[in-house]
């Protein structure tokens, strides 16, 4: 019993000696952080030490870095490098093969670093999904269900997104509420900023009178700001719209389409708002034109789960007849994030 008391103490002592290595960055004043460096993005590291949340670091102020396994370093020109980083005095440099030099990579002219190996033939997949729920019972019997999600797949220049989101509502047993918007766009980039795309949206809206509203369109956009803390782009573009009501009013023209994606993180890893516009402009009549908004805050909490506050606001120029313009929605939900 000794004997297997003390082999099991050995290796529970050696077991945190294995799993305390860690990647290395050294900084010009002579600093030491380790961790886990995870990306390497607008001229600056993201280290994840074991103590703290991500850490965007400088490049200027690195002395130099070492990770413990293999990272893939993707240009802006879109050449990959692949291999682990090198402590090389005053610069960043990946080991691309054993034995060789590291080669030097200019910080500022890195797009993106991912963990491990990545090919072009591999897609980096990334996604969100919220749903929010009450039920109420006794002198009061509501009920209301709603959900939102996206999944985004880059690969390279190709980019995939595709969002969802709707809601369904009953008091009393009678329908107050049901409605759901598809989304499918596809990105190609030109450059690291400018890209064009084409895609398309459903949608249906009951208590609009709406049985089904469809875009489909093509167009340019352009990434202003892409970094941990702040993302900024703008899209604009030609769509034909066709919208079939459950009345006889039904539509077909072309429209301008503007859209805008906002995010920023008020608070590192606590806070981040949101705030999403796409619009369509009727060229052949301007009252045909509609918008659609979703805005708010997400907070993360442990294990990739969120929770978020919303506000979506809908509007349309011409609304069936006896139907409103705007259509407001605050939501609240939990939700999952990868």
């Known amino acids: 019993m000794k004997s297997a008391a003390a082999w099991l103490f050995a290796a529970v002592s050696l077991f945190p000696c294995s ?34 949340g991500t850490v965007a ?17 993707v240009m802006k020109d879109y050449s990959r490098l692949v291999g682990p980083l090198r402590p090389v005095s ?79 509502a009953s008091e009393r047993g009678s329908e107050t509420e049901m409605n ?38 093509a167009g340019a956009g352009h990434q202003v700001i892409e970094s941990p803390a702040l993302s900024l782009a703008f899209e604009g573009g030609l769509d034909r719209v066709r919208a079939d009501y459950f009345g006889d009013l039904d539509e077909r023209f072309y429209a301008l389409r503007l859209a805008s994606r906002f995010d920023w993180w008020l608070w590192p890893d606590a806070v981040q708002f949101f705030n999403n516009n796409q619009g369509f402009v009727g060229l052949s009549d301007a009252r045909a034109s509609f918008l659609r908004t979703q805005s708010g805050l997400r907070f993360p909490l442990r294990a990739g789960f969120t929770a978020t506050l919303g506000l979506n606001v809908d509007w349309d120029g011409h609304p069936a007849p006896g139907r409103r313009s705007v259509d407001r929605q605050l939501v609240m939900s939990l939700g999952y994030r990868w």
């Open 19 to 52: 799993a305390a290595r860690a990647d290395v960055v050294l900084l010009k004043n002579g600093d030491r952080l380790t961790g886990s460096v995870e990306r390497i993005r607008n001229g600056k590291v993201e280290l994840r030490p074991p103590w703290a």
């Open 90 to 168: 005053g610069r960043i440099a990946v080991q691309a093969d054993a034995g060789a030099a590291p080669v030097p990579v200019d910080p500022l002219q890195v797009q993106v670093m991912l963990p491990g190996r990545v090919t072009e033939r591999d897609w980096r997949i990334t996604g969100r999904v919220n749903l929010g729920l009450s039920d109420s019972g006794g002198n009061t019997e509501v009920r209301r269900l709603n959900g939102d999600g996206e999944v985004v797949a880059r690969r390279g220049r190709d980019r995939w997104g595709f969002a969802a989101r709707g809601s369904e």
């Open 57 to 73: 670091i400088d490049a200027e102020a690195i002395e130099s870095v070492a990770t413990d396994g293999e990272v893939t370093v």
């Open 180 to 217: 759901a918007v598809l989304a499918l766009k596809y990105d190609r980039f030109i450059d690291e900023r400018w890209y064009g795309y084409g895609g398309g949206t459903l949608e249906h809206d009951r208590f609009k009178d709406l049985r089904l509203r469809a875009t489909l369109g």
